[in-house]
């Protein structure tokens, strides 16, 4: 996490003005000045400042003023102050109402160095409370994982088992799964889950900027890095860190994670310091690792040392039995969301959902949901209402598409009933002609005379012209 920090110095002298900056500007730090209050408030309306140095006595506006501004329209940012001789009184006074320290002049630049230090410590602190604390309130237990299938089942099962070790975890599976809400649930319900869960996109960010994100600079190791800077490895110490899209991190990054793994030990990106952290790394992909391993674009060390404890989840298509759920679930998610009254769903257009293929898994279920609960009219999704990827589906038959809850279904009558609708519609098709019927349903036509003879269908009427 690498956190802004600007500073404004506010000052009617310009001496002071140009001391400040030009010791600031060496130590690294990214300044702005002005020369009284109002000028202050006008650039802090324009650009967020973390810091505000200003000095306590100047015409027109002092600096308790300008303390009471920023304690009223930006209390989230530090007011230092600087104080003249005989005024430690007011100083005092100033630290009551809200300001982060005060400086006596002439300020001595190790004492400025030191209190800014501080600030930007405390600044961290605090977002990575912020952080915790939102991570906390979205708490992902399995609670959030909607779906009772044997294969998701199988996954909690898993996640119980492993997320109180520290073992490396493989999450495997296509765009869409949900392998970051299994990565979570790993996390949280590990003995980690107060600390950070910090995930990254090894994907989306370039190489050399993947490096410094992951392992941290220190201060001076390439032009603009002027101050050290902590790594997603050390943020997440004692948490965990996933690493998302880990086929696409290059072979460079692959050698110092490697590293990492075998003895959870690295350097900054031009450091030369040995950091040891104490990081439990989850990682996923939706790419075929072990292809790459035997294409030679994945050390194959490295995918022995991340897979671990591999959990595979498995595509939509393979649980079709937890679409219903799903659908519930993002129906009143999303109708609570927008405030729109809870809609039902027709039988026909949930198994037309089930029988979809659901190339985007379960992010392509959930947007389709949110769309549906939007743009459907009545308060019954049919299956009009359903795009025509989904509505050209064949709705297959299953337990829940043929209305029976628990009991079981007659399998073979089912089945009866599925074929003999099929051999009716495929008569209709040809106008009555054996030949062409069996075609269409890859039976040789004898066959087909005997499923009917001994069924006792008759030919249909042929479709209507
Ligand atoms: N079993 C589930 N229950 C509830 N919501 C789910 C489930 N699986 C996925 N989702 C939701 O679907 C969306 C996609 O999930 P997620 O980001 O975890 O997928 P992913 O496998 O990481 O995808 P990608 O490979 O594209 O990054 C998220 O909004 C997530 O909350
Ligand atoms: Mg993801």
Same mark, same amino acid.
């Given at each position: 996490?690498?956190?802004?920090?600007?500073?404004?110095?506010?000052?009617?002298?310009?001496?002071?003005?140009?001391?400040?900056?030009?010791?600031?500007?060496?130590?690294?730090?990214?300044?702005?000045?002005?020369?009284?209050?109002?000028?202050?408030?006008?650039?802090?309306?324009?650009?967020?400042?973390?810091?505000?140095?200003?000095?306590?006595?100047?015409?027109?506006?002092?600096?308790?003023?300008?303390?009471?501004?920023?304690?009223?329209?930006?209390?989230?940012?530090?007011?230092?102050?600087?104080?003249?001789?005989?005024?430690?009184?007011? #100083?005092?006074?100033?630290?009551?109402?809200?300001?982060?320290?005060? *400086?006596?002049?002439?300020?001595?630049?190790?004492?400025?160095?030191?209190?800014?230090?501080?600030?930007?410590?405390?600044?961290?602190?605090?977002?990575?409370?912020?952080? *915790?604390?939102?991570?906390?309130?979205?708490?992902? $237990?399995?609670?959030?994982?909607?779906?009772?299938?044997?294969?998701?089942?199988?996954?909690?099962?898993?996640?119980?088992?492993? #997320?109180?070790?520290?073992?490396?975890? *493989?999450?495997?599976?296509?765009?869409?799964?949900?392998?970051?809400?299994?990565?979570?649930?790993?996390?949280?319900?590990?003995?980690?889950?107060?600390?950070?869960?910090?995930?990254?996109? $090894?994907?989306?960010?370039?190489?050399?900027?993947?490096?410094?994100?992951?392992?941290?600079?220190?201060?001076?190791?390439?032009?603009?890095?002027?101050?050290?800077?902590?790594?997603?490895?050390?943020?997440?110490?004692?948490?965990?860190?996933?690493?998302?899209?880990?086929?696409?991190?290059?072979?460079?990054?692959?050698?110092?994670?490697?590293?990492?793994?075998?003895?959870?030990?690295?350097?900054?990106?031009?450091?030369?310091?040995?950091?040891?952290?104490?990081?439990?790394?989850?990682? #996923?992909?939706?790419?075929?690792?072990?292809?790459?391993?035997?294409?030679?674009?994945?050390?194959?060390?490295?995918?022995?040392?991340?897979?671990?404890?591999?959990?595979?989840?498995?595509?939509?298509?393979?649980?079709?039995?937890?679409?219903?759920?799903?659908?519930?679930?993002?129906?009143?998610?999303?109708?609570?969301?927008?405030?729109?009254?809870?809609?039902?769903?027709?039988?026909?257009?949930?198994?037309?959902?089930?029988?979809?293929?659901?190339?985007?898994?379960?992010?392509?279920?959930?947007?389709?949901?949110?769309?549906?609960?939007?743009?459907?009219?009545?308060?019954?999704?049919?299956?009009?209402?359903?795009?025509?990827?989904?509505?050209?589906?064949?709705?297959?038959?299953?337990?829940?598409?043929?209305?029976?809850?628990?009991?079981?279904?007659?399998?073979?009558?089912?089945?009866?009933?599925?074929?003999?609708?099929?051999?009716?519609?495929?008569?209709?098709?040809?106008?009555?002609?054996?030949?062409?019927? #069996?075609?269409?349903?890859?039976?040789?036509?004898?066959?087909?005379?005997?499923?009917?003879?001994?069924?006792?269908?008759? $030919?249909?009427?042929?479709?209507?012209?």
């Amino acid at each position: 996490m690498k956190l802004p920090f600007r500073i404004l110095i506010v000052d009617d002298d310009p001496g002071t003005l140009e001391a400040i900056s030009d010791l600031l500007k060496e130590a690294g730090y990214e300044i702005d000045v002005a020369s009284n209050g109002q000028e202050a408030i006008r650039k802090a309306r324009q650009n967020k400042f973390e810091v505000v140095i200003t000095d306590l006595s100047m015409p027109r506006m002092d600096g308790m003023e300008l303390l009471g501004h920023f304690m009223k329209h930006q209390p989230d940012t530090y007011v230092i102050m600087l104080t003249g001789v005989g005024t430690i009184a007011t #100083a005092v006074e100033a630290m009551k109402q809200g300001a982060f320290d005060y *400086l006596s002049k002439p300020a001595k630049s190790d004492e400025i160095l030191l209190v800014l230090k501080r600030a930007e410590e405390m600044m961290l602190l605090r977002a990575e409370n912020d952080l *915790l604390r939102s991570q906390l309130k979205e708490r992902y $237990c399995f609670d959030k994982i909607i779906g009772k299938s044997e294969p998701m089942q199988a996954i909690y099962r898993m996640i119980e088992r492993v #997320a109180r070790t520290d073992s490396t975890i *493989l999450i495997t599976g296509e765009s869409g799964t949900g392998k970051e809400l299994i990565a979570n649930a790993v996390h949280y319900n590990s003995e980690r889950k107060d600390k950070p869960f910090i995930p990254i996109n $090894c994907g989306a960010i370039p190489e050399e900027l993947l490096e410094s994100e992951l392992f941290g600079h220190e201060k001076g190791s390439f032009t603009g890095a002027y101050r050290e800077h902590l790594g997603r490895f050390e943020l997440a110490h004692q948490g965990t860190i996933f690493l998302d899209e880990i086929g696409e991190m290059s072979p460079k990054l692959q050698v110092k994670l490697l590293r990492f793994l075998q003895e959870k030990k690295f350097e900054r990106v031009g450091g030369a310091r040995t950091i040891q952290v104490d990081t439990r790394i989850v990682a #996923a992909t939706n790419k075929d690792l072990e292809k790459m391993v035997s294409a030679g674009s994945f050390r194959e060390d490295l995918f022995y040392r991340l897979n671990v404890i591999p959990i595979r989840v498995p595509p939509l298509r393979e649980r079709i039995e937890d679409i219903p759920l799903l659908i519930q679930h993002f129906l009143k998610q999303h109708s609570q969301k927008k405030d729109i009254p809870l809609k039902r769903i027709s039988k026909a257009a949930l198994s037309a959902m089930q029988a979809y293929s659901w190339p985007g898994n379960v992010r392509e279920l959930e947007n389709a949901i949110e769309r549906l609960v939007i743009l459907t009219e009545g308060d019954e999704i049919q299956m009009e209402d359903l795009p025509q990827r989904m509505a050209q589906m064949q709705a297959k038959p299953s337990f829940s598409t043929i209305g029976i809850e628990g009991g079981g279904i007659d399998l073979k009558g089912t089945l009866e009933e599925l074929e003999n609708s099929l051999i009716l519609e495929a008569l209709k098709k040809a106008g009555g002609v054996k030949n062409q019927a #069996a075609k269409l349903l890859g039976l040789n036509r004898t066959t087909l005379i005997e499923k009917m003879k001994k069924k006792k269908l008759c $030919c249909p009427d042929p479709p209507d012209k």
